[in-house]
T-cell receptor
Framework: AQKVTQAQTEISVVEKEDVTLDCVYE???????LFWYKQPPSGELVFLIR??????QNEISGRYSWNFQKSTSSFNFTITASQVVDSAVYFC??????????????FGTGTRLQVFP | EAGVTQFPSHSVIEKGQTVTLRCDPI?????LYWYRRVMGKEIKFLLH????????ESGMPNNRFLAERTGGTYSTLKVQPAELEDSGVYFC??????????FGPGTRLTVT
């Protein structure tokens, strides 16, 4: 069965600190996709990144970086020099790939990040 | 380009009543998904439309839930009759290529 675990329910940091959000997944599929979404106070889920199971290269986008390790089934998300605007709930998600297209998303329970000034 | 919109943003109903949630996907997106987050738990998949056809409805909890997408544009999700455990946030998402799903702001449903 597919499952995503985000063990950190809530994290609080002070502005400019680095913070890492953990994500561990389970799947029997050899081909799958991993995602991170951000849910700001306005409520909508904002897409951050998609990574397929064949691409273990880490990715950096500005202050955001993602570390994908198949050996530990983890897809962790790091925010460098956090800012108050980063305060949100962050969801990790998994999807199996069918015909090279993704389908339904399996979400973790989310991690609430609070960044204090 | 307008994003995914959902109506209403919040609905409070009594147990046994009927509620209809609406989702307008991004124009041109054939794929439309419904998800639900019950308080404190993970966001769970309900169903997936491709145009007006139900591609996958494996997540629908029971026959009190009815989803439609007439004409392949907007979709409605009806709960009849509503139960207390149906309370939560209902999200809609749409996708053009099924690789990236764009989510709406959700409808918060409270059943009292």
């Amino acid at each position: 069965a597919q499952k995503v675990t985000q063990a950190q329910t809530e994290i609080s940091v002070v502005e400019k600190e680095d913070v890492t959000l953990d994500c561990v997944y389970e799947t029997r599929d050899t081909t799958y996709y991993l995602f991170w979404y951000k849910q700001p106070p306005s409520g909508e889920l904002v897409f951050l990144i998609r990574r397929n199971s064949f691409d273990e290269q880490n990715e950096i986008s500005g202050r955001y970086s993602w570390n994908f390790q198949k050996s530990t089934s983890s897809f962790n998300f790091t925010i460098t020099a956090s800012q108050v605007v980063d305060s949100a709930v962050y969801f990790c998600a998994l999807s199996e790939a069918k015909s090279y297209n993704t389908d339904k998303l399996i979400f973790g329970t989310g991690t609430r990040l609070q960044v204090f000034p | 380009e307008a994003g995914v919109t959902q109506f209403p943003s919040h609905s409070v109903i009594e147990k046994g009543q009927t509620v209809t949630l609406r989702c307008d996907p991004i124009s041109g997106h054939d794929n439309l998904y419904w998800y639900r987050r019950v308080m404190g738990k993970e966001i769970k998949f309900l169903l997936h439309f491709v145009k007006e056809s139900k591609q996958d409805e494996s997540g629908m909890p029971n026959n009190r839930f009815l989803a439609e997408r007439t004409g392949g544009t907007y979709s409605t999700l009806k709960v009849q009759p509503a139960e207390l455990e149906d309370s939560g946030v209902y999200f809609c998402a749409s996708s053009q290529d099924r690789l990236e799903q764009y989510f709406g702001p959700g409808t918060r449903l409270t059943v009292t």
